[in-house]
């Protein structure tokens, strides 16, 4: 069974400074990584992912994240926090044994203050 | 480009009454999920299909329904509903699921659903 899991129910951040939102993941074969933003009363919006290749992947607003295999983490970063990143954050993973589907984590709160 | 529209946006069941949420995508996806979100359970996966004609369960079907007889469409339909129901739900389109495609699992989300069982 494949799953993620974000330790944090919520981070909170002074607007410029770096945020980090970990994610942790279990897959029985290679891990296919993504990370979606939900704003309020929206959507979720896709943000990044990894696939193969590079560990350091670059998305949108900013945003990257580090696939680490060793410590199975696929930690969110951004070098300098915007309060309009105040967001829910969601880790997804696939399995390449487990189908098409995207399992989600549960979601981590990020507050960013001026 | 609309996107993925789902209607309706809010609804209020009695507890036993059934429905259908609808889900409409004109972007030429294959790949169509539904999601419910509930606080501290973050999204779980409802059904999904990979194409017309095809539908397969995700983590959470009982007391849901799918089909999917056209590219565009994908109803969600609550048979009986129950107050164990209640949630925000989520269509989901991406245009393909092949990994090593650039559109692979990059979803698009519609507004979401709130559904109230009374």
């Known amino acids: 069974a494949q799953s993620v899991a974000q330790p944090e129910d919520q981070v909170n951040v002074a607007e410029g400074n770096p945020l980090t939102v970990k994610c942790t993941y279990s897959?029985?074969?290679?891990?296919?990584l993504f990370w979606y933003v939900q704003y309020p009363n929206r959507g979720l919006q896709f943000l990044l992912k990894?696939?193969?290749?590079?560990?350091l992947v670059k998305g949108s607003y900013g945003f990257e994240a580090e696939f680490n295999k060793s410590q199975t983490s696929f930690h969110l970063k951004k070098p300098s926090a915007l309060v309009s990143d105040s967001a829910l954050y969601f880790c997804?993973?696939?399995?390449?044994?487990?189908?098409?589907?995207?399992?989600f984590g549960k979601g981590t709160s990020l507050l960013v203050t001026p | 480009n609309a996107g993925v529209t789902q209607t309706p946006k809010f609804q209020v069941l009695k507890t036993g009454q059934s429905m259908t949420l609808q889900c409409a995508q004109d972007?030429?996806?294959?790949?169509m999920s539904w999601y419910r979100q509930d606080p501290g359970m973050g999204l779980r996966l409802i059904h999904y299909?990979?194409?017309?004609?095809?539908?397969d369960q995700g983590e959470v079907p009982n007391g849901y329904n799918v089909s999917r007889s056209t590219t565009e469409d994908f109803p969600l339909r609550l048979l009986s509903a129950a107050p164990s129901q209640t949630s925000v739900y989520f269509c989901?389109?991406?245009?393909?699921?092949?990994?090593?495609?650039?559109?692979?699992?990059?979803?698009?989300f519609g507004a979401g659903s709130r559904l109230t069982v009374l």
């Open positions: 299909s990979v194409g017309a004609g095809i539908t």
């Open positions: 989901a389109s991406s245009y393909s699921t092949d990994l090593f495609d650039s559109g692979a699992n990059v979803l698009t």
């Open positions: 897959v029985s074969g290679n891990p296919y």
């Open positions: 990894y696939i193969t290749g590079d560990n």
């Open positions: 972007m030429n996806h294959e790949y």
């Open positions: 997804a993973v696939r399995d390449q044994n487990s189908g098409y589907a995207l399992n």
